[in-house]
């Protein structure tokens, strides 16, 4: 029993030994690759991409020290020292540093060159330059569909059609605009120019699905939460909520309007049974009745609360005024003092 168990640790252990040679591995071919680009690069460099190279270099570091302590842990004995014939030397922190030094240095040689070209430019250039325009991009989540085709339109008019910026620098601005899946769906890209094509291919295909983005609006509308208190912000809310996505609907090429006996019944039943009631009595019987006819009356029913609110609030005024010993213009009644 005990030289079986003895076999099994053994095979256990020279498993993880191997996975942790597969992931040093990686991570030597990352510091290549970083090497590389960092020697390959031609004229000016850019601040963007070196930057989130940084990123990624700081996180490899903090990868190969938790591995080689892993390592060392697995292979460690009272008699031997780890050595694993200089793999230390050859992929762990002194070299990993040395690229990080030399990259930093790279970023503040970059970020000066960029101070003093811009110091140069005239006021025009300036405004021409890199600097991205004042607009707020809404970072995108995934969970709602119908949001992708406003936010992908909003990216493209501000990054995608800017020439001033390179593919990589695009698509740095993308990841920073994206969260939970949309983000993890292109992470795994190596970041190079070439991968900015293909991760707007990929948000299109998971996104940019018109039968998901059709459905999303015509639950949203199925969804809207029935009406209990018929007040003019709840009924004014209810009216924008469904012009707004039957716009959306008749945009993607949805006839909506042929809806109208359709999307009718589904709002009286989102509407209180007090605003219901009226409009049903103020309906013709005789004639099929349409959304506009239905939104008008729910608009004139909202100012109808809000002139009936405010002539409350008056008369509260009022009744305040009179107990306070006020007297009130065209009341001719004795005011009660307190």
């Known amino acids: 029993m005990g030289r079986r168990k ?5 095979e256990d252990r020279a498993s993880r030994d191997k996975r942790l ?31 989130l190279r940084l990123q990624l270099l700081e996180k490899v570091l903090l990868t190969v020290n938790d591995l080689l302590l892993e390592k060392q842990v697995l292979t460690w004995s009272d008699d031997d020292e780890f050595d694993d014939d200089g793999l230390e030397e050859r992929v762990n922190g002194p070299r990993c540093l040395s690229v990080i030094i030399s990259y930093k240095k790279a970023l503040a040689q970059a970020s000066s060159s960029k101070q003093n ?19 707020d991009i809404p970072v995108y989540e995934g969970k709602d569909y119908t949001k992708y085709q406003s936010f992908i339109e909003l990216f493209t008019a501000i990054i995608h059609r800017n020439g001033k910026l390179e593919p990589i620098q695009k698509l740095f601005y993308l990841r920073k605009y994206l969260k939970g899946e949309p983000l993890s769906l292109i992470e795994g890209l190596p970041l190079t120019g070439d991968s900015y094509e293909k991760a707007l291919a990929l948000l299109k295909a998971r996104y940019d699905n018109k039968f998901l983005v059709v459905t999303n609006h015509v639950q949203a509308i199925l969804d809207f939460s029935p009406i209990v208190k018929g007040a003019a912000s709840n009924l004014r809310e209810l009216i924008a909520h469904a012009r707004q996505h039957l716009g959306a609907l008749k945009t993607l090429g949805q006839p909506t309007e042929h809806w109208d006996m359709i999307i009718l019944p589904i709002l009286l039943r989102k509407i209180d049974q007090f605003s219901c009631r009226a ?38 005024w009022v009744e305040v005024l009179q107990l306070s010993g006020h007297k009130v213009p065209g009341r001719t009644s004795t005011p009660v003092r307190g």
């Open 6 to 10: 003895s076999i099994a640790d053994e």
């Open 279 to 316: 409009y049903h009595s103020e309906r013709v019987d005789n004639k099929l009745p349409n959304l506009d006819d239905f939104f008008a009356f729910i608009e004139r029913r909202a100012s109808s609360f809000e002139e009936s609110q405010r002539s409350e609030d008056r008369h509260i």
């Open 21 to 51: 040679k597969v992931q040093l591995a990686q991570c030597k071919s990352k510091l290549t690759k970083a090497e590389n680009f960092l020697r390959e690069q031609k004229g000016p460099l850019d601040t963007d991409a070196i930057t």
């Open 117 to 135: 070209t811009s110091a140069s430019d005239s006021a025009s250039d300036r405004y021409s330059s890199m600097k991205l325009p004042e607009i």
